[in-house]
């Protein structure tokens, strides 16, 4: 299976404590993507790198949130002193660029689910 | 600013009726893409279909069909004698090109049902 994959699946974590997740993206592509969804609502943009750079972090992603994707392969999103607002679906998903088309469709992993009690 | 709107949260139907499901954008971009998603029970949202704003044409797959129309900025989809497999999310996205980072925003869902 060459999908996006993350890990863990499900994180329930005590307020306070720092969590870490991870996501592999389909090997070929540049672009990865982290999003953020709760119930009820669409994906929410929170950061994107193209390769190993992180082009573009949103509002959202406040200080205590991190990501990284060192190598350009795989990527950690890593919050600190985790809230119980932080409690949602953490959506990772890559992308091919090519040339001039800068936006193609986006293939998304199964999501981590954090649960901060 | 891009946004989404998907007027209907939920939609209910019986098997095998036909069912439409509305996307309404905002963009100041003269180019930009369009997408759907579904995202079943499981939770994984799936990729459907890729629209470029520069392409208005109506596309078929299967039972499904999309509605481009700039003049309106929607982006309607619709699914042919709905089965009861069809019970999922369906999300609309916007994608600006300007902003070449391909994020997209999107809006907030439709539940589908579909009874058998």
């Known amino acids: 299976d060459t999908g996006v994959s993350q890990d863990p699946r499900h994180k329930i974590t005590k307020r306070g404590q720092n969590v870490t997740f991870r996501c592999d993206p389909i090997?070929?592509?540049?672009?990865l993507y982290w999003y953020r969804q709760t119930l009820g609502q669409g994906p929410e943009f929170l950061t994107y790198f193209q390769n190993e750079a992180q082009l573009e972090k949103s509002r959202l992603l406040s200080d205590r949130f991190s990501a990284e994707r060192p190598k350009g392969s795989f990527s950690t999103l890593e919050i600190q002193r985790t809230e119980q607002g932080d409690s949602a679906m953490y959506l990772c998903?890559?992308?091919?660029?090519?040339?001039?088309?800068?936006?193609?469709?986006?293939?998304f992993g199964p999501g981590t689910r954090l649960t901060v009690t | 600013a891009q946004k989404v709107t998907q007027a209907q949260t939920e939609i209910s139907v019986v098997e095998k009726e036909d069912v439409t499901l509305d996307c309404v954008y905002e963009t100041r971009d003269t180019t930009y893409y369009l997408f759907w998603y579904k995202q079943p029970p499981s939770g994984e949202l799936v990729f459907l279909i890729r629209?470029?704003?520069?392409?208005?044409q109506n596309e078929i797959s299967g039972r499904y069909s999309w509605n481009f129309q700039k003049s309106t900025s929607s982006f309607n989809f619709t699914i042919t004698a709905s089965q009861v497999v069809d019970s999922a999310v369906y999300f609309c996205a916007l994608s600006e090109a300007n902003t070449n980072a391909g994020k997209s925003t999107f809006g907030d869902g439709t539940t589908l049902t579909v009874k058998p």
């Open positions: 629209r470029n704003s520069f392409d208005e």
């Open positions: 090997s070929e592509h540049n672009r």
């Open positions: 998903a890559s992308s091919a660029s090519m040339g001039q088309i800068t936006s193609y469709e986006q293939y």
